[in-house]
């Protein structure tokens, strides 16, 4: 309860305190194309799916193609670059935490077509009410880049990026609390102007909790990422 209180408190602070650059933005998204400024989507909940808000980076029609996004899709905008290098088309999800679709921190929510193939060990992330951020979030805010020039950037992103967000997200949901609710929410705000001291620094948080060495070692982002199976499995996904 103290954690939903404390949720949609910091969203209606943060949607009240963020309304110029809301408004500043989301006409900028308007005038490239005299389309919504908005993207709703269906997304992984607690209770079932629910329409996660964004503030659009890409073209019309651009989630009729791959879910996973590289940094080179010709289908992001020229706006859409900025606010996701900044993560501003993230900020409208202040909506769904006020809703109480959301909290501030906990699980990213993936896309549908994602969690049917979410292993039995997976399924365990939908039980904790997903979030705007978490480790994954800080660890591979640079998904796009990781993914840039992919022949397949879902199948990266399965290869590469699921197995270690997924294992984030469950180790959070075990040891998850306001402190440490805290300690993410100001190292997301790190990761934006300190990407490296804001990945030690989970790496940091997830030694002290006593999580497994090699996630401690990919939290820290020093070496080349390499194919590894999601919770559950006991090879990559392949193509």
Known sequence: MAKEIFD???????LVLLLPVFLVVCVLVWMQDWRSPFYVS?????????????????????????SSTSGDD???????????????????????VLK??????????????????????EKG????????????????????????????????????IRPWKSRLGLFYGAHRDMRLDLQLILLTLVRIVAPDRAMAGVSRLLARRGAPEDLVRVARRTAPLTPHAAPG???????
């Not at 499995?233 to 193509?239: A, H, I, L, N, S």
């Open 8 to 14: 949609r408190v910091c969203a209606l602070a943060g």
């Open 42 to 66: 269906d997304r992984s909940g607690r209770a079932g799916s629910f329409r996660m808000i964004k503030i659009r980076s890409m073209v019309i029609g651009a989630d009729r193609g791959a």
């Open 74 to 96: 010709a289908r992001i905008t020229p706006i859409g670059r900025f606010i996701r290098r900044w993560k501003i088309d993230e900020l409208s999800q202040l909506v769904n």
């Open 100 to 121: 109480g679709d959301m909290s501030l921190v906990g699980p990213r929510p993936e896309v549908m077509s994602e969690v049917g193939t979410y292993t039995e060990v």
């Open 125 to 160: 992330l939908l039980a904790i009410k997903p979030g705007i951020t978490d480790f994954s979030s800080i660890v591979f805010a640079d998904e796009g880049e990781i993914l840039r020039g992919a022949a397949n950037p879902e199948l990266a992103y399965r290869q590469l």
């Open 233 to 239: 499995r006991t090879e990559p996904f392949e193509g």
